[in-house]
Nanobody, 123 residues
């Protein structure tokens, strides 16, 4: 059983930055950030292989967001720059145990999820 706890959400103006953190209680192999805005479906934002560091980004955040990890701390990060009002959502951390990047990068259903942290971007 792996527990995930997000932090770092908040309210910023358009063009601002936030850094989200996700502390995991154990080792994982595949971690990701998702987001869900009111009335919209959950959207995958970024994925990382915690063993190889390979990353994937949704087109909507590519070039603005950076997913990273600190394996010594079992912590996942999401650096969000040039934030836009359309980035407003609840952001969730997710984790699973795929060793193969082909499986990890395609995963949309993860075994473990955090409670979420709210990000609000005002124009």
């Amino acid at each position: 059983q792996v527990q995930l706890q997000e932090s770092g959400g908040g309210s910023v103006q358009s063009g601002g930055s936030l850094k989200l953190s996700c502390a995991a209680s154990g080792d994982t192999r595949c971690m990701a950030w998702f987001r869900q805005a009111p009335g919209k479906e959950r959207e995958g934002v970024a994925t990382i292989s915690t063993t190889g560091g390979t990353t994937y980004y949704a087109d909507s955040v590519k070039g603005r967001f950076t997913i990273s990890q600190d394996n010594a701390k079992n912590t996942l990060y999401l650096q969000m720059n040039s934030l836009k009002p359309e980035d407003t959502a609840m952001y969730y951390c997710a984790a699973d145990f795929d060793y193969l990047w082909s499986l990890c990068s395609a995963r949309t259903i993860f075994k473990y999820w955090g409670q979420g942290t709210q990000v609000t971007v005002s124009s």
